[in-house]
Nanobody, 114 residues
Framework: QVQLVESGGGLVQPGGSLRLSCAAS????????MNWYRQAPGKERELVATVDPNKRTKYPKSAKGRFTISRDNDNNAVFIQINDLKPEDRGVYYC????????WGQGTQVTVSS
């Protein structure tokens, strides 16, 4: 079955950086687009980045410039680098894959505070 396990979250000061990781299993990773979502407190989950099997990336307007998604097809992993973190970046970050339906990991918490 599909499994997604996120890691790398934590407490970061404003202006800092984080690299989140997601280990994937249970499907043919190298052929599958992968997504990162974010859910801020009291808000709906929102897409922040997509990477296709050929490593082409796509970002919504709100995430362009500070977010960089990447993938390692040899090790079934997807990453997101977030630079210049702002308080509004706080929330739970989820790895996502669509295989018939949406599959989610447990999420990793990002807190931005001085």
């Amino acid at each position: 079955q599909v499994q997604l396990v996120e890691s790398g979250g934590g407490l970061v000061q404003p202006g800092g950086s984080l690299r989140l990781s997601c280990a994937a299993s249970g499907f043919v990773f190298k052929l599958t687009p992968m997504n990162w979502y974010r859910q801020a407190p009291g808000k709906e989950r929102e897409l922040v980045a997509t990477v296709d099997p050929n490593k082409r990336t796509k970002y919504p307007k709100s995430a362009k410039g500070r977010f960089t998604i990447s993938r390692d097809n040899d090790n079934n992993a997807v990453f997101i680098q977030i630079n210049d973190l702002k308080p509004e970046d706080r929330g739970v970050y989820y790895c996502n894959v669509r295989r018939g339906r949406d599959h989610w990991g447990q999420g990793t918490q990002v807190t931005v505070s001085s």
